[in-house]
């Protein structure tokens, strides 16, 4: 709501109040805006995730988030970049306070980004092919799985990176842990069950597949 206005109160600043450092002045007012809101974007942020029916839809209500951020400072950005008369030299501070400000919604909502990346992956694993009573079409299945695990992974950080870039990797790794632990879980439990039934079919002196020869 901001932005398209920026370079209409740039210019009031400099032709009706007379500043020096409209433009400085102007990242002020935009900072300190930011930082008085009521409620906070935080917390609206926070309140309109509470509402998504699917983690995706969390995931894409980050991902608009951090696009509507750029382009408020891709706007900004402009106007510092725009031709004047005299050119004013900005602070880093100020660029600084005003990046904290606008990124901070972002920043703090990272952590939720976490469990709803953990619970679209791990979503994955509630194949009903992963539950069969057959060994053999279990085996299948979880070979299957562990076949996709790359493209999903792979799939999973192209988004993540849209939301944070690499910054988002502290928060996506966590996921990726609890999806390959769950995973490996699987296996585990396969593979236990695969050891029960073969010892108890050696006990029973049945045959037991190419391991009864040997």
């Known amino acids: 709501l901001l932005a398209p206005d920026a370079h209409t109160q740039v210019t009031w600043l400099t032709n009706v109040l007379k500043s020096d450092t409209p433009v400085s002045e102007l990242i002020?007012?935009?900072t300190d805006l930011l930082l008085s809101l009521e409620p906070s974007p935080t917390?609206?942020?926070s309140a309109n995730l509470k509402l998504c029916s699917s983690p995706e839809d969390g995931i894409v209500l980050l991902t608009?988030?951090?696009r509507d951020i750029d382009e408020f400072i891709a706007?900004?950005?402009?106007?510092?970049?725009?031709?004047?008369?005299?050119?004013e030299t900005i602070s880093p501070a100020v660029l600084k306070e005003l990046g904290r400000a606008a990124y901070a919604p972002?920043?703090?909502?990272?952590?939720?980004?976490?469990?709803l990346q953990s619970q679209l992956l791990l979503a994955n694993l509630n194949d009903p092919q992963l539950k069969q009573e057959d060994l053999l079409d279990q085996s299948r299945a979880l070979l299957t799985t562990a076949e996709r695990c790359e493209g999903w992974l792979s799939?999973?950080?192209?988004?993540?990176?849209?939301i944070?870039?690499?910054?988002v990797h502290p928060y996506y790794a966590p996921a990726v842990e609890a999806f390959v632990t769950a995973l490996s879980s699987h296996i585990s439990t396969h593979s236990r069950r695969i050891e029960s039934v073969f010892l108890s079919s050696v006990s029973g002196g049945q045959a037991t597949g190419v391991l009864s020869t040997t």
């Not at 706007?75 to 050119?87: L, S």
């Not at 799939?155 to 849209?162: L, S």
Request: hydrophobic share 40%; aromatic share 10%.
């Open 64 to 66: 608009d988030l951090r």
């Open 164 to 167: 944070a870039a690499y910054a």
């Open 43 to 45: 917390k609206v942020v």
């Open 75 to 87: 706007c900004i950005t402009g106007v510092m970049d725009a031709p004047r008369p005299n050119k």
């Open 155 to 162: 799939a999973a950080y192209a988004k993540a990176k849209k």
């Open 28 to 30: 002020r007012l935009y």
């Open 106 to 115: 972002l920043r703090e909502l990272l952590p939720q980004y976490t469990d």
